[in-house]
């Protein structure tokens, strides 16, 4: 089971309608610049060659990040929806925090206990 496009899916289905301020707001908080989409490559990369990512999650951020860094949809690959942009900047935060030794953000995503 790919635990990226898992967690997307799961987001949508607990976004409310009247959610859409909140959204845009989320939106706003996701751009990336230049060095933070080079970093998230970098670590999903890192991440599937020691086997944290399974070969589809590693694509899935990949395909959301897209090949290189673009000003359009926030640094994102054009078809990166909202969601997606969430579940990635909290995987990478799980990530680099497992590398420094403390995740701030509770338990791991795809755990089963989040």
């Given at each position: 089971?790919?635990?990226?496009?898992?967690?997307?899916?799961?987001?949508?289905?607990?976004?409310?309608?009247?959610?859409?301020?909140?959204?845009?707001?989320?939106?706003?908080?996701?751009?990336?610049?230049?060095?933070?989409?080079?970093?998230?490559?970098?670590?999903?990369?890192?991440?599937?060659?020691?086997?944290?990512?399974?070969l589809d999650e590693a694509n899935a951020?990949?395909?959301?990040?897209?090949?290189q860094f673009s000003?359009?949809?926030?640094?994102?690959?054009?078809?990166?929806?909202?969601?997606?942009?969430?579940?990635?900047?909290?995987?990478?935060?799980?990530?680099?925090?497992?590398?420094?030794?403390?995740?701030?953000?509770?338990?791991?995503?795809?755990?089963?206990?989040?």
């Amino acid at each position: 089971m790919n635990r990226v496009i898992y967690a997307e899916k799961a987001m949508k289905g607990r976004m409310k309608d009247d959610s859409v301020s909140l959204l845009e707001s989320l939106g706003r908080a996701a751009q990336l610049t230049s060095e933070e989409h080079f970093d998230f490559q970098s670590e999903q990369a890192r991440a599937h060659a020691s086997g944290l990512l399974d070969l589809d999650e590693a694509n899935a951020v990949y395909r959301a990040l897209g090949p290189q860094f673009s000003y359009s949809n926030g640094g994102w690959a054009k078809e990166t929806t909202i969601f997606m942009k969430i579940v990635v900047h909290a995987l990478m935060a799980e990530l680099f925090g497992a590398r420094i030794g403390a995740n701030p953000f509770g338990p791991r995503m795809g755990d089963g206990t989040g």
